[in-house]
């Protein structure tokens, strides 16, 4: 272990001695990622292709530190683009291969598979090869030498759940958010499931659709939930994170989101979805000149999809910051149909906590009481409530050396010191919505306000 950390160390140093020698760097980033070191080795990877952009082992090796950190999205997009460019080694076409199994596309995954046995029969890999349901004739290598710096597929360390993509869920696992689930199947799965009656009704699949709301209500969450379902009923689901887009890989923040697109428009019915869109969609005014504005400026093409046709192609964003959308993304074609994201209702809330503290030790709760008092409160405040009053109820079974169980009263407790987040939330919605309502975006928000 020693003897690796002295290796690495060297081998930064020698990096930093000598920044274009890009063999180098690529040798180094393979090591780092070899050694679990992907966040390090993605910058490695990052300042190689800016000296190299075309270079497809470094292509390859970013794509590698993506998906071991569980960014899948942005690696099968890369993984697309070397395909596409009929360069890919096979260890490229395995990995891709994995992903689009993951994707719950088998039969693009097995293509790709085979294309990669094809080129490098030593390549074959049964595990991933039974997956496919492809059979052992077709699987029989001839093994061969590994390069130190080029890690196969199947050793790239798989993401432990920590990472942006964390494991799938479903919309089984959200509580409540009942009016939200409907809307998101009737205006985002149906559509795609069954476009011939959406068409009879003269609407097309596809366009924009934003999430918004206070922070911690569930709108990354139930986007989660609904890549899940959206997954089950094979539509595909690009998840895009702000740095995804602002440092991708070719530090073009415009051609990164392209490929985003590209890659949807190629493989529709697709959703790709834009978590904390307001950094992506912000307002230019007083932004010229700066980077950001470019990029601006693409997502506006991109959505109006007027060089290449959008049909099919849904464009989902979150923001708990709605008022610093550019104007611009809310014109129509673009992202048009708001969904508001509340707080969780007494009746959500009650839910909520029953499923945080399920399987604790805990009293005959009346959670409905709990729910309550804490108007307000967002699911991750709860989540803070429930986290309080099981360590406190934890440091006193530690003391007392047996279970304790948790009661009402510490749920109240730990209620007690937490202050809902929300509130701050609604007083700015209040003052947009009353002063900036023109057009009637915080309709929605006025009238949930005018309910508790
Ligand atoms: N309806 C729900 N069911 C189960 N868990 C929930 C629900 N709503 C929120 N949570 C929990 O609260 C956490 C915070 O929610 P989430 O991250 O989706 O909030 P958000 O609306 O995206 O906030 P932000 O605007 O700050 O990004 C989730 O990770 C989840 O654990
Ligand atoms: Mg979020």
Known sequence: MEADEEKLNRLREAVIKSPDDIVLRERFAGILLGNGLPEEAEQEYKKALARSPGNVRLKLGLAKTYYCRGKNSAALVILENIAQAGEAPAEARLLYAELLLGEGDPESAAR?????????????????????????????????????????????????????????????????????????????????????????????????????????????????????????????????????????????????????FDYARRH?????????????????????????????????????????????????AATNAPWRLDPAFRRPGRFDRMLFIPPPDKKERTELLRFLLAGKPAEDIDYGGVAKKTEGFSGADLAALADAAVETKLREAMGKRRPVPLTARDLLAAAEKIRPSTVDWFRTARNYAVFSNQDGFYNDVLAYMRTI
């Open 268 to 316: 529709r019915p697709c959703v790709l979805f834009f978590d904390e869109a307001d950094v992506l969609a912000a307002d230019r005014a007083g932004m010229r000149d700066v980077p950001g504005s470019r990029i601006i400026d693409q997502f506006v093409m991109e959505l109006d999809g007027q060089r290449y046709s959008n049909e099919g192609v849904l464009a989902l």
């Open 112 to 260: 790709e598979y085979r294309k990669a046995v094809e080129a490098d029969p030593s390549k074959a890999d049964p595990a991933l090869a039974g997956r496919l349901g492809i059979g052992p004739e077709e699987t029989a290598g001839t093994g061969g030498a590994a390069d130190e710096s080029h890690i196969p597929a199947e050793d790239v360390p798989r993401p432990s759940g920590a990472g942006p993509q964390p494991p799938r869920i479903s919309f089984r696992d959200v509580c409540g958010m009942e009016k939200v689930k409907e809307e998101i199947r009737l205006k985002i799965l149906c559509p795609f499931c069954k476009p011939e009656i959406y068409r009879d009704y003269g609407k097309s699949p596809g366009g924009g659709i934003l999430l918004y709301g206070p922070p911690g209500c569930g709108k990354t969450y139930i986007a989660r939930a609904a890549a899940g379902e959206a997954l089950n009923a094979h539509i595909r689901f690009l998840w895009i994170g702000v740095d995804d887009i602002l440092d991708m890989w070719t530090g073009d923040g415009g051609r990164d989101l392209h490929m985003y």
